[in-house]
């Protein structure tokens, strides 16, 4: 079995600040890895992926990401934070083979960009 | 830009009642899923479709839930006989035939069961 922990609920950061949105795994087969972002009223956006190869990932909107087999983590980074990156954002892993799809989500945290 | 799109968007049902959720995948994406998210709580998988079955369900997924593509561009979610707790919003996502597609996610669809 999968699971997908977000250590932070809520993430309150002031504009051009950097953050880091932190996500923990477990899983006892290879998982792939996956940042989404919703914002309000909206569907689930992807930000990036991680399936193998490199470590550090690079997603839209200037995000990017680091897979730590060791730690078991994936933790989200951004250098400079805007309003518009106001959202929930969301950790999940699937499996591969027939599995791939079946997303395992975190609880999601709630990122807030003051002014 | 292709998406997925979801219909209603909200839907007050009384407890017992049957519903029917709507989603339009992109066009040339071969795998569906369903997922919900009860109001506080994380994002779960219910069902996974593909070539005209399910693939994989969760087990949330029981007789109550029926996942049908009747005609080649919907896909929809029906629920039987509706339960309080049945009340969350719910998603439909697709991707394309290639093996590590993204998941295209829809707006949802935000049930409440009176």
């Known amino acids: 079995a999968q699971s997908v922990t977000q250590l932070d609920s809520q993430v309150p950061v002031f504009e051009e600040a950097p953050v880091e949105l932190r996500c923990n795994y477990s899983?006892?087969?290879?998982?792939?890895l996956f940042w989404y972002v919703q914002y309000p009223n909206q569907g689930l956006q992807l930000l990036l992926k991680?399936?193998?190869?490199?470590?550090l990932v690079k997603g839209i909107n200037g995000f990017e990401a680091e897979f730590n087999k060791s730690q078991t983590s994936f933790h989200l980074r951004k250098p400079s934070v805007h309003i518009s990156d106001t959202a929930e954002y969301f950790c999940a892993v699937s499996g591969s083979g027939g599995s791939y799809g079946k997303l395992t989500f975190g609880q999601g945290t709630i990122l807030t960009v003051h002014p | 830009e292709p998406e997925v799109t979801q219909t209603p968007s909200h839907q007050v049902t009384q407890m017992g009642q049957e519903v029917i959720l709507r989603c339009v995948p992109i066009s040339n994406h071969l795998y569906f899923y369903w997922y919900r998210q009860i109001l506080g709580q994380k994002v779960e998988f219910l069902v996974s479709f593909y070539n005209n079955e399910i693939s994989e369900k969760s087990e949330i997924f029981d007789d109550q839930f029926s996942v049908e593509r009747p005609d080649g561009s919907n896909f929809t979610l029906k629920i039987r006989s509706t339960k309080l707790e049945d009340s969350a919003m719910y998603f439909c996502?697709?991707?394309?035939?290639?093996?590590?597609?993204?998941?295209?996610f829809g707006e949802g669809s935000r049930l409440t069961v009176l």
């Open positions: 991680y399936l193998s190869g490199s470590t």
């Open positions: 899983s006892s087969v290879s998982v792939y």
């Open positions: 996502a697709s991707r394309p035939s290639q093996h590590t597609g993204e998941l295209f």
